[in-house]
């Protein structure tokens, strides 16, 4: 195991809603980066944490935003969720400064929009 | 045209074949290179990182070509628990944020 926990582990909500993701980083990790995965698809890049403060994002809309705390945990807010917005979503804990930046996943939340 | 490519099969081969993978990708920026493993409905897991110098790791061989940006992945003597989906993973470095850009993955079923 990688020590990489999210939770939930799965949600259903309906469009229009609005979703808040969590992971807790591996022990050590300084930097989290979430990713979306839709089905038969490999991650997309959302966006990475690094001290506190958004450190790169991808190709994703303002509506997906996010927060990494002084313990280096780090949640996903989604909001108006739309239908293509199901997927799993997954975070992944690094050591940035350190000897690599292997990054570790989590198990993942998996997300429907109904 | 996608930044990672690969085939995504499936690839389905009896117990104790070789396969081999393949992958390209088109920033020529990239700076390190993987291999994830995925089994169904579980998260990523990196099954090695690639050198330009090729890299091997049991029954796993990985080559890097960066002229041809071109990635490999070789499984020698397959094994059942080798079935799961093969994830080639590009590593950019755009300013100082660390964005790995996944391929869609190659599926792998191993048959007794």
């Known amino acids: 195991e990688t020590g990489v926990t999210q939770s939930p582990t799965h949600l259903i909500k309906t469009r229009g809603q609005q979703v808040t993701l969590r992971c807790s980083s591996q022990s050590g990790h300084n930097t989290v980066s979430w990713y979306q995965q839709a089905l038969g698809q490999g991650p997309q890049f959302i966006f990475q944490y690094y001290r506190e403060e958004e450190n790169g994002r991808g190709n994703f809309p303002p509506r997906f935003s996010g927060l990494q705390f002084p313990n280096y945990s780090s949640e996903l807010n989604v909001n108006a969720l739309e239908l293509d917005d199901s997927a799993l979503y997954l975070c992944a804990s690094s050591e940035r400064g350190g000897t690599t930046d292997t990054q570790y996943f989590g198990p993942g939340t998996r997300l429907t929009v109904l | 045209r996608k930044e990672v490519e690969q085939d995504p099969g499936p690839f389905n081969v009896p117990e104790g074949a070789t396969v081999a993978f393949n992958c390209t990708y088109s920033n020529s920026a990239s700076q390190s290179f993987f291999w994830y493993r995925q089994d169904c409905r579980k998260e990523p897991k990196l099954l090695m990182s690639v050198y330009s110098s090729g890299n091997e790791d049991g029954r796993f061989t990985a080559q890097l070509n960066r002229a041809s940006q071109y990635i490999s992945l070789l499984i020698r003597d397959s094994k059942l628990s080798d079935s799961a989906t093969y994830l080639c993973?590009?590593?950019?470095?755009?300013?100082?944020?660390?964005?790995?850009?996944f391929g869609s993955g190659t599926q792998l079923t191993v048959l007794p």
């Open positions: 993973v590009v590593n950019r470095r755009p300013g100082s944020a660390r964005q790995l850009t």
